[in-house]
C-alpha cells in the first residue's frame, strides 16, 4: 500500500466514519488493530494492519473477530482511551505513508491513532494530545533502525524523508530531462522513477512508464520517453489527492482469476482488470486472496505456533529415544562380556586395559577399567548389561507413546485447519497445553465450549460429527450407543462421524451421505476419493492411555467416496 493508496483510503474514510464513535477495539492478530466506529447511522469496521509485508489500512465488510487469546499493551490502551471516543480528524500528510486519527475522549481527552504504513517498519502507535508517545505495537531494536527512533515516553517525530530522492510533488521537467540523460540506455524507465522520486510504489512506477511510452517495460531509450510526456504523466498522478477521478481496480491473474494487484486509479499497464466501488473494497478483496480472509487467522496462528512447538519436541524425544535403543544381540553382548572377564578373571593384572579371552572361535578384545579388578570390571560389566536389558524392554513402550502422541499432534493439526470459530480453536489450544510439552501461561483465560455438527440425512437419520479430538471423544463415548454407526476417514486425522441408528437398518443412501461428510471433515478433504471406515460403536476400544478421540478399531468394511460438504447445522 504506497502513499497514493492511502490518501485514497484517507478520503473514502472521511466520506464515512469521520465524526463517528468508536464502540469497540480489538485485535485480529499481533499486527493488528480493528474498530468498530459507528457513524452516520451505520456501523463500520476498520482496520489498522503494521503487517512487515502486508501492511494496511481499509475497511472490512465484514465484522472483525479477536485473533489473540490476550490482549497487547497497545489493545489495552487503545480500549481504554478510544472506546467512547469520537474520531474528530483524519489526516494524512502530503505522500507519506502515514495516517493519524485523532480521537476526542469525554475522559482521557485527545488520543491520536497512528498508522506507518511503510514495510518492515510498519507500527501502530497512541500519541496523547501533546504528541507524546503512549504505546506502540512494534519495538525495533536500536541496531535495526539507526535513522529513527521512537520510545514510549518521547516526542513522536515524522519518518525521515527517502534519501537521495526528490518527493514526488516537487519533480519538475528539468530534473526529468537530466534523469534521462544519464541514465544507462538499457535502464527501464520505471526503475528509474522508482530510483529517482520519493512517495511511489513500483506498481505505480509501471504505471507511469506505461502511460507516458506505451510499453511498461520501456527503457529510457525509447523513443516515446520524453520529458515533456513524463511530465505530463507526473501532473496526471499528482492531481489526484486534490481533484480526485480515483477509478479502483483489482488486476486478476490472467489464467486463475485472482486477485494480483490493486489501485486507486485504473491499471492501465495490467490486463484482465476488475473495477469495484471503492478502494477499501479493493483493497480487502486483494489481500483476502493473498494473505486470507480467515476471521479467526491470528488465534489460528497462535495455535499452530503451539502445535508446532509440540511436534518439534515429540521428534526430538523421539529420536533420542532411538539413540537410546539397543538391540537385543547388543544386550546379549554385554552379558558374555562380563560372563568371559569372570572366566579369565585368573589371567588379568593390576593395571590390564585390556583382556584378550579366547572363545574358541575368535580372539575377544575386551577394554578394561586399570583402576578396577577383574572381578569389579566384571560387575561394571553386568551393570551395563542390566541396565542395556531394561532399556531394551522399556524403550519400544516409550517410543510407542511418543508416537501416539505425534499421531494426536496430527489430529490436532488437521482440527485447527478445519475449525471454524473462535471455541473450536481455543479448545485446541488448551488440547495442545495439556500435552504438557509447550509452556503453560500462568493466567488462563476460561475455554468456551465448541459442539459437534448434528444433521439429518436425506432419510432423515441423525448424523453426529465431531469437529475436534475433544469432540470426538464426546461424540464416539457419550453420544454413541453400541448399535450405532461409526465412521472414519481411513488412514488420515478426521472426525468420528456417527449415524443414530435407533436400532434400525441403516439404508445404503444414508451410510454414502455420512461418509462422504465424514471424509470432508477430515485431512483428506480435497482429495477426489476417500476411503471410510464404517463399524458399529461396539466394535471400537479405547486405546490404554491414549489421547481424546484416539480409537483402536477391531472390526470394519471401508467404503470409497467423494468428499462432500456438510450443509448448515439443522
Known amino acids: 500500500m504506497d502513499a497514493l493508496t492511502l490518501t485514497a483510503i484517507t478520503r473514502e474514510l472521511r466520506q464515512t466514519i469521520a465524526d463517528g464513535r468508536i464502540q469497540a477495539v480489538l485485535a485480529p492478530d499481533e499486527h493488528s488493530l480493528a474498530l468498530e466506529i459507528f457513524a452516520r447511522g451505520q456501523r463500520h469496521w476498520l482496520l489498522l494492519s503494521a503487517h512487515p509485508q502486508y501492511a494496511r489500512v481499509h475497511l472490512l465488510p465484514t465484522k472483525a473477530r479477536r485473533g489473540l487469546p490476550y490482549d497487547a499493551p497497545l489493545v489495552l490502551l487503545a480500549r481504554k482511551r478510544l472506546i467512547g471516543a469520537r474520531l474528530s480528524g483524519i489526516f494524512q500528510p502530503s505522500w507519506e505513508r502515514v495516517l493519524f486519527l485523532t480521537c476526542e475522549h469525554p475522559q482521557h481527552g485527545q488520543t491520536r491513532l497512528t498508522a506507518e504504513i511503510m514495510g518492515k517498519w510498519s507500527n501502530l502507535l497512541l500519541l496523547d494530545a501533546d504528541g507524546i508517545v503512549l504505546e506502540m505495537g512494534r519495538h525495533f531494536d536500536v541496531r ?14 515524522m519518518p525521515p524523508p527517502q534519501r537521495h530522492k526528490t518527493p514526488v510533488d516537487l519533480v519538475t521537467q528539468a530534473e526529468l530531462e ?75 491473474h490472467p489464467t486463475t482469476g485472482q486477485p494480483t494487484a490493486f489501485a486507486p486509479y485504473q491499471l492501465s499497464h495490467l490486463g484482465h482488470l476488475q473495477y469495484v466501488d471503492s478502494i477499501s473494497e479493493a483493497a480487502y478483496t486483494t489481500y483476502a486472496a493473498i494473505v486470507g ?9 497462535q495455535v499452530q505456533r503451539l502445535i508446532e512447538l509440540a511436534r518439534r519436541k515429540l521428534v526430538g524425544r523421539r529420536i533420542s529415544l532411538g539413540e537410546q535403543a539397543v538391540s537385543e544381540e547388543q544386550v546379549a553382548e554385554l552379558r558374555r562380556t562380563g560372563e568371559w572377564i569372570l572366566a579369565y578373571a585368573w589371567q588379568v593384572q593390576a593395571g590390564d586395559t585390556e583382556l584378550l579371552a579366547d572363545t574358541g572361535t575368535e580372539l575377544l578384545r575386551i577394554p578394561l577399567d586399570p583402576r578396577l579388578s577383574a572381578s569389579e570390571n566384571a560387575q561394571q560389566a553386568f551393570a551395563r548389561y ?34 471454524d470459530n473462535a471455541p473450536q480453536i481455543e479448545e485446541l ?18 475455554v468456551p465450549r465448541s459442539h459437534p455438527l448434528k444433521l439429518l440425512t436425506n432419510d432423515g437419520l441423525t448424523v453426529i460429527i465431531g ?15 453400541a448399535h450405532d454407526l461409526w465412521l472414519h476417514a ?42 471410510v471406515l464404517v463399524t458399529e460403536r461396539r466394535h471400537l476400544a479405547r486405546i490404554k492411555g491414549g489421547r481424546p478421540g484416539q480409537v483402536q478399531v477391531r472390526q470394519a468394511r471401508s467404503i470409497m467416496v467423494s468428499p462432500l460438504k456438510p450443509p448448515a447445522e439443522e
Not at 495439556?434 to 476460561?446: C, H, I, N, S
Not at 469437529?467 to 450407543?481: F, G, M, P, S
Not at 441408528?501 to 444414508?510: Q, S
Request: proline share 6%.
Open 429 to 446: 489450544r488448551q488440547a495442545v497445553l495439556e500435552l504438557g510439552l509447550v509452556p503453560t501461561p500462568k493466567k488462563r483465560a476460561p
Open 144 to 157: 535495526r533502525n539507526q535513522q529513527r527512533q521512537v520510545q514510549r515516553g518521547a516526542a513522536y517525530e
Open 467 to 481: 469437529r475436534n479430538a475433544l469432540q470426538n471423544e464426546h461424540v464416539t463415548w457419550k453420544l454413541a450407543q
Open 293 to 301: 480472509a480467515d476471521s479467526y487467522a491470528g488465534r489460528r496462528r
Open 178 to 252: 537530466q534523469w534521462l540523460a544519464t541514465a544507462p540506455t538499457t535502464t527501464a524507465l520505471w526503475r528509474l522513477l522508482l530510483q529517482q522520486i520519493g512517495g511511489i510504489s513500483p506498481l505505480l512506477a509501471r504505471e507511469l512508464a506505461f502511460r507516458a511510452t506505451g510499453d511498461r517495460q520501456a527503457s529510457v531509450a525509447h523513443p516515446n520517453c520524453q520529458s515533456p510526456t513524463l511530465m505530463a504523466v507526473m501532473e496526471w498522478v499528482r492531481s489526484l489527492p486534490t481533484q480526485g477521478g480515483w477509478s479502483p481496480t483489482i488486476a486478476l
Open 490 to 531: 481411513e488412514k488420515v486425522p478426521g472426525s468420528h462421524a456417527i449415524i443414530k441408528t435407533g436400532g434400525r437398518a441403516v439404508p445404503p443412501g444414508t451410510v454414502l451421505q455420512a461418509a462422504a461428510w465424514a471424509a470432508y471433515q477430515s485431512q483428506a478433504r480435497h482429495d477426489t476419493h476417500v476411503s
Open 386 to 419: 542390566r541396565k542395556a536389558q531394561r532399556a531394551a524392554q522399556r524403550i519400544p513402550d516409550l517410543l510407542a507413546v511418543v508416537d501416539r502422541d505425534l499421531a494426536y499432534i496430527e489430529q490436532l493439526q488437521s482440527d485447527l485447519h478445519l475449525a
